[in-house]
């Protein structure tokens, strides 16, 4: 059944919009994803300004996964990584004890290019918050995909529907990339306690209701879902184990708050490694926000 509905909020980043998802005030995280941002479609003409770019900046305590429907950006880190990412391929990078990363539109800027994707963060379990940072890129081929009946899928990270991504993940959890034509059906198992679906573009039915672009449906355990098309459709289904509450401020997760404190004064204080390749200029601290009570869940 479905327990929330959850409408993106529009975002301007400075040259181009998202649409965030979460966290949502009545709703933090699903399994162990924390954040979800819909990018785009932006439309980038040749001579896109340099301001419109991510300049290097800093998480602990995750790991982000990008996952682009059109478009490409090129990422770069403080573990030595450049790689572009185009549409059907994953950028996975962990965060960890810390890292810090750019992500620039440089073949927009050079050729024009339409950027449609999703962002979102993954918290660590208990026991991994610490872990080395990391990064790997997997092309389309690393993949699996399946389809049947107007259905066309891809098992973007962890596991679900009888397969396995090659994407090494820190908890139980899964990410997949549905097609439906109009009138494709298919359904969501109910293989994790916590599950959600967003829809990207098009509409689909689920219990009788119509969702379209720009709404997650967040669903109860137990229950295989039902989704039927009734355009041609984008959706994005995820879940997994939760990892337990999570502090989030500006880019930082942790189940302890004086983790992120300690973060935010490395940060501050330069002690944080830039990437090789894209040190010059970078995002400064915001100002503290008030702090919240209570880690979300």
Excluded: C
Aim: proline share 8%; glycine share 12%; hydrophobic share 40%.
């Amino acid at each position: 059944m479905i327990e929330l509905v959850i409408n993106q909020r529009r975002k301007n980043l400075g040259g181009f919009e998202v649409g965030r998802v979460l966290p949502d005030a009545r709703r933090r995280m699903v399994g162990p994803f924390v954040f979800f941002d819909h990018m785009g479609p932006a439309d980038f003409a040749p001579g896109l300004p340099r301001s419109v770019d991510v300049r290097p900046h800093p998480h602990i305590g995750l790991s982000t996964v990008t996952y682009l429907f059109s478009g490409e950006i090129m990422h770069r880190d403080s573990v030595g990584s450049e790689q572009p990412i185009r549409a059907g391929e994953v950028n996975w990078m962990t965060a960890g004890r810390g890292i810090t990363h750019s992500e620039r539109f440089e073949k927009g800027r050079l050729e024009g290019d339409v950027l449609h994707g999703i962002q979102t963060w993954v918290a660590l379990p208990d026991g991994e918050e610490e872990t080395a940072p990391a990064f790997s890129h997997h092309e389309q081929d690393d993949l699996p995909v399946y389809g049947e009946g107007g259905l066309s899928a891809r098992l973007v990270v962890g596991a679900a529907f009888g397969a396995r991504a090659r994407v090494r993940t820190y908890s139980p959890m899964f990410y997949t990339h549905w097609v439906l034509q109009a009138g494709a059906v298919a359904g969501l198992p109910a293989e994790y306690p916590e599950r959600a679906a967003y829809v990207a573009t098009g509409e689909v039915e689920i219990e009788g209701q119509a969702f379209g672009a720009g709404r997650m449906l967040v669903f109860g355990p137990g229950d295989t879902i039902a989704f039927k098309a009734l355009q041609p459709s984008t959706v994005m289904l995820l879940g997994g184990e939760p990892v337990g509450p999570r502090y989030l401020e500006w880019n930082f997760v942790s189940s302890s708050r004086e983790r992120i404190e300690q973060a935010k004064a490395d940060w501050r204080a330069g002690r944080m490694r830039l990437p090789d390749a894209d040190h010059d200029d970078w995002i400064s601290l915001p100002p503290d926000p008030t702090p919240p009570a209570n880690p979300m869940s």
